[in-house]
C-alpha cells in the first residue's frame, strides 16, 4: 500500500521558469508532509515541511501547498536554477509514528540552462 | 552539522554471506533510522532505535537485523545476504529539538552490491 505517491518520475524544466513538484497521499492521518532533495552519491537533505494544519508554507525559493481534501501537495520553486537539478522526495508522518517517515519514489528535477 | 558516519561506503559481497553496515554518530542523538533507497520505491525504513538497545522493525525489516549497544553506533546486519539486498543504505537521526515536525538528517549512504 504506497501511502505517498509521486506519479512523475522525472520532470524538465527552463532555468527561470516554475517548477512544480506533485505529491499525493492516502493516510489521514499523516500530520506533518517534508520535502527532501538528493544529489547524486549524496544523502538526502531536508528542503521545507509543512504541517497538516496549514496550507501554504514559504522558504526562499520554495514554497509548499497543501490540499487536504485532495490529499495533495506540491513543491513550488521559483526561479528554476541549475542547482536545483536534483532528486525530490515527498514524506510524510503520523502523529503517532515519531520521526519514521514514509516516502513517495521521488521526481527527478532537471533544471537546464 | 549533525555528524553522521556511515561505513563502508561501498561494498561488494557475494550471496549467503553475512555483511555489516555502521552508522556512526557524534552528538548523542536518541533515534536512529536505517532505510533502503531502491529505484520505484523511494526510501523504505529497515528498522530504527529509540534508544541504546530499544529498537523495532520498519516496513521492510525481512532479512535484516540491527543492534545498538552504545548511543553512538546503531549498526545493520544482513545475516545471509541476497541479490534483492543489492541497494543504497542510509542512516538518518532525529534532531529532535521542539515540536516534532519528522526532520531526519540523513547520513551519504552505503551502496551495496550483492552478487
Known amino acids: 500500500d504506497q501511502q505517498v505517491k509521486q506519479n512523475s518520475p522525472s520532470l524538465s524544466v527552463q532555468e527561470g521558469r516554475i517548477s512544480i513538484l506533485n505529491c499525493d497521499y492516502t493516510?489521514?492521518?499523516?500530520?506533518?508532509f517534508l520535502w527532501y532533495k538528493k544529489y547524486p552519491a549524496e544523502g538526502p537533505t531536508f528542503l521545507i515541511s509543512?504541517?497538516?494544519?496549514?496550507d501554504k508554507n514559504e522558504d526562499g525559493r520554495f514554497t509548499v501547498f497543501l490540499n487536504k481534501s485532495a490529499k495533495h501537495l506540491s513543491l513550488h520553486i521559483v526561479p528554476s536554477q541549475p542547482g536545483d537539478s536534483a532528486v525530490y522526495f515527498c514524506?510524510?508522518?503520523?502523529?503517532?509514528?515519531?520521526?519514521?517517515?514514509?516516502f513517495g519514489e521521488g521526481t527527478q528535477l532537471t533544471v537546464n540552462p | 552539522d549533525a555528524g553522521i558516519t556511515q561505513s563502508p561506503r561501498h561494498k561488494v559481497t557475494e550471496t549467503g554471506t553475512p555483511v555489516t553496515l555502521r552508522c556512526h554518530q557524534t552528538?548523542?542523538?536518541?533515534?536512529m533510522y536505517w532505510y533502503r533507497q531502491d529505484p520505484g520505491h523511494g526510501l523504505r525504513l529497515i528498522h530504527y532505535s529509540y534508544g541504546v538497545k530499544d529498537t523495532d522493525k520498519g516496513e521492510v525489516s525481512d532479512g535484516y537485523s540491527v543492534s545498538r549497544s552504545k548511543t553512538e553506533d546503531f549498526l545493520l546486519t544482513l545475516e545471509s545476504a541476497t541479490s534483492s539486498q543489492t541497494s543504497v543504505y542510509f542512516c538518518a537521526i532525529s534532531l529532535g529539538t521542539g515540536e516534532n515536525t519528522g526532520e531526519l538528517f540523513f547520513g551519504e549512504g552505503s551502496r551495496l552490491t550483492v552478487l
Open positions: 509543512i504541517s497538516s494544519i496549514k
Open positions: 552528538e548523542n542523538h536518541r533515534y
Open positions: 493516510n489521514s492521518m499523516f500530520d506533518y
Open positions: 514524506a510524510a508522518k503520523t502523529g503517532t509514528s515519531g520521526s519514521r517517515l514514509t
